[in-house]
C-alpha cells in the first residue's frame, strides 16, 4: 500500500510543475505508475501527467518525431511515425519493454526520469540524437539527452517536469539496430548496444554507438563513433570493426552484480557493437540514405 | 479521494485512498475475478481492460479510473466473444488451479476482439504476445493457446455485442 496524502491530476505541464512545488511536503511525478507501484517513495503526493497534454505522438512541420513523456510504450511501438523513422528502432525497443498490459501504461517519461542504467528506451534514443524538452512553470528547455541522465535514478530535471523528446528530422533515414541481452524476455537488461549511422556517396556519415545497462547512465561511446565517422565504407574490414567494438568497450563502465559479471558485459559490448555494425553496413542501400546525410 | 467513472459499462463513483491502486479498490468494491498474484505486474493474474487496453490492475493508479472506462471479467460474462472464449479454455482443458485463468481470459479477448474489428485472424505468435504478461504453472500455455486459436478460427461467426462494444 502506496500511503499518498494527496493524488493530484494536472490538466497541463505548468499546472503540473506548480502542482508539484506547492507542497506541503514532498511530491512525485506519476504516468503509468508501473515503477512507482513495485517501490512506492516515501512523499505527501503524487502529480498524475496523463491528463496534461503529454500524451501525443506528432510529426511536427520540421521533420521531428515528437513523443510525448505520457506517450504509452504501447503507443510508441505501433505509431506510424515512430516505426517509420531510422528503420523504427525506438518502435522495437518500445516493443521489448515489458509485457503487453505493462505497455499499456508505462510511459516514456517515467522509463527516462526513472533513470535506471538499463533504462530501455534510452540507447535507442541517444543512438537518435534525442533531444529533451523540460518545462517550468512558465519556460521551456531543451538539451540533448546525453546531458539529462546525472547518475543511477538522478536526472538534471529537480521539480521540472520531462515534457517529451524529439527524433530529429535528419536522422528519420539513418539505418539502425540494436541488441539486448538479457536473462529472460521480461527481465532488466545485461547489456544493451543500441547503433544508428548514415551511409552518403560510400562514406559514412553520422554514427551513433549508444551503450545501456555498462555504467552508471546510459552512454556514447564516442571515441568507437570517432573512429568511424567519415569513413570510406569499403576500407571497414571485419578488422576495423571489431577494433570499434573494442574501444567501445574500453569506453563503459559496467560493474558485477548478481545477473552479470562487469567483464562479461564488457565484452558483449564489443562483440555486439561490431556485429551491429556489420549488419547496418551490410544492407542494401536506401532511397532515403542520401537524403539522410544532407 | 472521490472518483467518477464507467465501471463495465455503467456509470460508478469511488471513494478510494489516493494511493490505492485499481486492483484494491476492484476487490474491495466485490469485483474478485482479478486476481492478487505478484503485485508487481508480472503475473498479469489482475489484468482488466482500462479503455480498452489490459493492464496490470495492481500496478495502476485507482485514481487512473477517474473519468475513464474500467472493464473486468465480470462485466464481460455475457459477451459472446468471452463465453466462447471461456468454453473454449475448457472444452481444451487450458483451465488447471484456475487462477490465472481470469486475467487470461481479458488478454485473449482483447486480442480477439481488435481481430474482428479489422478482420484478420491471429496466430500463434500474436496469441502468444497476448498471452506474454499472464504468468500460468500449470498448462504449460499450450492448451491455452490451442483454445484461443480454435475460437479465433471461428471470430467472424461471433456477433459484437456486450460491454466492451458499446
Known amino acids: ?294 | 479521494m472521490r472518483m467518477d467513472l464507467t465501471l463495465n459499462g455503467r456509470p460508478a463513483q469511488w471513494e478510494a485512498a489516493p494511493g490505492a491502486t485499481l486492483l484494491a479498490v476492484l476487490r474491495d468494491e466485490g469485483l474478485v475475478a482479478a486476481k492478487r498474484g505478484c503485485e508487481t505486474g508480472d503475473c498479469g493474474a489482475c489484468t482488466v481492460l482500462l479503455d480498452g487496453q489490459p493492464v496490470n490492475s495492481c500496478v495502476v493508479a485507482a485514481a487512473r479510473a477517474h473519468g475513464h472506462r474500467v472493464t473486468t471479467l465480470e462485466g464481460l460474462a455475457d459477451d459472446p466473444l468471452m463465453r466462447r472464449l471461456q468454453d473454449a479454455l475448457v472444452e481444451h482443458a487450458g483451465v488447471q488451479c484456475g487462477y490465472c485463468s481470469p486475467g487470461m481470459l481479458v488478454s485473449l479477448y482483447h486480442l480477439l476482439r481488435a481481430c474482428r474489428a479489422e478482420g484478420t485472424r491471429p496466430g500463434d505468435h500474436a496469441i502468444r504476445e497476448a498471452l506474454s504478461g499472464n504468468l500460468c504453472r500449470c498448462t504449460g500455455y499450450v492448451k491455452p493457446v490451442a483454445a484461443a486459436a480454435a475460437v479465433a478460427a471461428a471470430l467472424a461467426g461471433i456477433p459484437a455485442t456486450g460491454t466492451e462494444a458499446r
Open chain 1, 1 to 294: 500500500m502506496w500511503d499518498l496524502k494527496e493524488y493530484r491530476i494536472a490538466g497541463s505541464p505548468g499546472e503540473a510543475v506548480a502542482m508539484m512545488r506547492r507542497g506541503p511536503g514532498k511530491g512525485v511525478y506519476i504516468a503509468g505508475g508501473t515503477d512507482l507501484f513495485l517501490f512506492p517513495p516515501q512523499c505527501d503526493y503524487a502529480v498524475d501527467i496523463n491528463h496534461a497534454g503529454l500524451g501525443a505522438i506528432a510529426r511536427t512541420p520540421d521533420g521531428d518525431v515528437f513523443v510525448g513523456a505520457a506517450a504509452t510504450l504501447h503507443h510508441i511501438a505501433t505509431n506510424p511515425f515512430v516505426t517509420g523513422y531510422a528503420g523504427g528502432l525506438l518502435a522495437q525497443a518500445a516493443a521489448h519493454c515489458g509485457n503487453r498490459p505493462v505497455r499499456s501504461t508505462a510511459t516514456l517519461g517515467g522509463n527516462l526520469c526513472n533513470a535506471l542504467p538499463s533504462a530501455d528506451l534510452a540507447p535507442a534514443l541517444l543512438a537518435l540524437d534525442a533531444v529533451c524538452y523540460i518545462v517550468d512553470e512558465d519556460s521551456q528547455e531543451s538539451l540533448p539527452l546525453e546531458d539529462f541522465f546525472e547518475g543511477p535514478r538522478r536526472t538534471v530535471l529537480g521539480d521540472r517536469l520531462l515534457a517529451g523528446i524529439a527524433l530529429p528530422a535528419a536522422g528519420a533515414g539513418w539505418r539502425a539496430a540494436a541488441r539486448r541481452l538479457t536473462r529472460s524476455a521480461e527481465d532488466i537488461a545485461l547489456v544493451q548496444v543500441a547503433v544508428a549511422l548514415s551511409v552518403a556517396d560510400g562514406r559514412l556519415g553520422a554514427v551513433r554507438i549508444a551503450l545501456g545497462s555498462v555504467a552508471p547512465v546510459p552512454m556514447r561511446a564516442m571515441l568507437a563513433e570517432a573512429q568511424l565517422e567519415g569513413e570510406a565504407v569499403a576500407d571497414l574490414s571485419p578488422d576495423r570493426l571489431a577494433d570499434a567494438g573494442l574501444i567501445a568497450a574500453s569506453e563503459c563502465d559496467p560493474i558485477d552484480d548478481h545477473r552479470a559479471s562487469a567483464a562479461y558485459r564488457r565484452q558483449m559490448v564489443g562483440v555486439l557493437t561490431r556485429r551491429l555494425l556489420a549488419g547496418l553496413l551490410a544492407e542494401q542501400p536506401r532511397n532515403d540514405d542520401q537524403g539522410s546525410a544532407a
